[in-house]
T-cell receptor
C-alpha cells in the first residue's frame, strides 16, 4: 500500500537555525512526492514536488527537500528558519495506480520557530 | 485567477441534522477532490471527480455522505444525518491534469464542521 510517515508531531527550532521536517514513504513503483504547508485558518499550499531528476528539489519560501531512494525518505529542509515559517507541514505521495489518482498524506508536523 | 473556494468556512450542527458543503474549483480544472482531516490525524481522501463523473469514491466513509458535481463545475458534499465522528475539516482541491503526473493540487481553505 502507498503510505507516508511523518515521525514527529512537532519540531521546534530557533530563528536563524536550519530546520528539517522528516518524511518517509512506502510506494510501489517510482514515487511522486509532495510537501504542502498549512498556515492557521488557511488551506494547504503547495511547497515543492519530486517527480524525477535531481534528488535535491527547491521550492517556495526558500524550502528544499532531498529525495533519498535508499532510505525512502523525502525530508523538508531550510537553511535558516523564520518565525513566519511556523505552520503545519504535510508530506504526501501521489497514488496513481489504475483507476485512482489521489494524494496520500502523512499526519502532519507542526513547525514552531522561536524568535 | 481565483483559487478554490469553499462555503461555509465553519458549520456547527447537531447530531442527526443535515449539512451541505460547497466547493468551487479553479475555472477550467476538470479534477476535483474532497479530503477530510479529523483532529490530529492525517488528511484522508474522500473522492475524486473528473468533470461530472466520480472517478474514485473509495474514501467515502459510508452512505451518509453524498457528493455531486452537476455540470462538472462546482461540487457539493452532503452529510445526512450527521454523526459526532463526522466532525473535522473538509478540504476541496482541484487540478488541471490527471495522468500527466506532477500537477499539484490547489486546495481551498476548508470547511470546519462541528457536530454536537
Amino acid at each position: 500500500a502507498q503510505s507516508v510517515a511523518q515521525p514527529e508531531d512537532q519540531v521546534n527550532v530557533a530563528e536563524g537555525n536550519p530546520l528539517t521536517v522528516k518524511c518517509t514513504y512506502s510506494v510501489s513503483g517510482n514515487p511522486y512526492l509532495f510537501w504542502y504547508v498549512q498556515y492557521p485558518n488557511r488551506g494547504l499550499q503547495f511547497l515543492l514536488k519530486y517527480i524525477t531528476g535531481d534528488n535535491l528539489v527547491k521550492g517556495s519560501y526558500g524550502f528544499e527537500a532531498e529525495f533519498n531512494k535508499s532510505q525512502t525518505s523525502f525530508h523538508l529542509k531550510k537553511p535558516s528558519a523564520l518565525v513566519s515559517d511556523s505552520a503545519l507541514y504535510f508530506c504526501a505521495v501521489r497514488d496513481r495506480r489504475r483507476g485512482t489518482d489521489k494524494l496520500i498524506f502523512g499526519t502532519g508536523t507542526r513547525l514552531q520557530v522561536f524568535p | 485567477e481565483a483559487g478554490v473556494t469553499q462555503f461555509p468556512s465553519h458549520s456547527v450542527i447537531e447530531k442527526g441534522q443535515t449539512v451541505t458543503l460547497r466547493c468551487d474549483p479553479i475555472s477550467g480544472h476538470d479534477n476535483l477532490y474532497w479530503y477530510r482531516r479529523v483532529m490530529g490525524k492525517e488528511i484522508k481522501f474522500l473522492l475524486h471527480f473528473v468533470k461530472e463523473s466520480k472517478q474514485d469514491e473509495s474514501g467515502m466513509p459510508n452512505n451518509r455522505f453524498l457528493a455531486e458535481r452537476t455540470g462538472g463545475t462546482y461540487s457539493t458534499l452532503k452529510v445526512q444525518p450527521a454523526e459526532l465522528e463526522d466532525s473535522g475539516v473538509y478540504f476541496c482541491a482541484s487540478s488541471q491534469d490527471v495522468w500527466q503526473g506532477g500537477s499539484p493540487l490547489h486546495f481551498g481553505n476548508g470547511t470546519r464542521l462541528t457536530v454536537t
